[in-house]
């Protein structure tokens, strides 16, 4: 929690410093950064739960002997989607992925001209809400 402070943080200077023109960020730059945030965060939330329960269920399987996919619960042994991440990462590895994510992704914001800032928030914020969907349809919980 404290990391997705510190990152939230990012937004708030880029919004109070930006020069006038086509560089302006706006309100509506701002509400639109927060989305993005506030959708990567659940994201981060859901992997870090869906990790630990995939962890958690491995070893209870394996502790019972039950160790065939018939007795699998519903996260053991999954593994995650994303391709810059290990199969398994560590919660480590999970928060400094998504802080990187986050804080590259408000510079990339702020550093943009309007037209296109908005057109890399929207792709984010579209792509976020469809991997947040699909990690709730998979019974992901968000947890912070």
Same mark, same amino acid.
């Given at each position: 929690?404290?990391?997705?402070?510190?990152?939230?943080?990012?937004?708030?200077?880029?919004?109070?410093?930006?020069e006038e023109s086509k560089w302006k960020?706006?309100?509506?730059?701002?509400?639109?950064?927060?989305?993005?945030?506030?959708?990567?965060?659940?994201?981060?939330?859901?992997?870090?739960?869906?990790?630990?329960?995939?962890?958690?269920?491995?070893?209870?399987?394996?502790?019972? %002997?039950?160790? =065939?996919?018939?007795?699998?619960?519903?996260? *053991?042994?999954?593994?995650?989607?994303?391709? !810059? $991440?290990?199969?398994?990462?560590?919660? %480590?590895?999970? =928060?400094?992925?998504?802080?990187?994510?986050? *804080?590259?992704?408000?510079?990339?914001?702020? !550093? $943009?001209?309007?037209?296109?800032?908005?057109?890399?928030?929207?792709?984010?914020?579209?792509?976020?809400?469809?991997?947040?969907?699909?990690?709730?349809?998979?019974?992901?919980?968000?947890?912070?």
């Amino acid at each position: 929690m404290k990391t997705l402070l510190v990152v939230l943080f990012l937004v708030v200077p880029c919004s109070i410093h930006a020069e006038e023109s086509k560089w302006k960020w706006t309100g509506t730059d701002t509400a639109y950064q927060a989305a993005t945030v506030l959708l990567m965060a659940t994201d981060w939330s859901q992997t870090s739960w869906m990790m630990r329960q995939s962890r958690a269920e491995d070893a209870a399987r394996q502790g019972s %002997g039950l160790d =065939n996919d018939r007795h699998a619960k519903p996260m *053991a042994g999954r593994n995650e989607a994303n391709p !810059l $991440l290990d199969d398994h990462p560590s919660q %480590g590895r999970i =928060n400094t992925y998504f802080v990187a994510t986050i *804080a590259a992704h408000t510079v990339i914001a702020r !550093l $943009l001209p309007k037209p296109y800032r908005r057109v890399w928030q929207a792709i984010y914020i579209v792509t976020e809400a469809g991997f947040v969907a699909h990690n709730f349809s998979i019974g992901a919980r968000v947890e912070f």
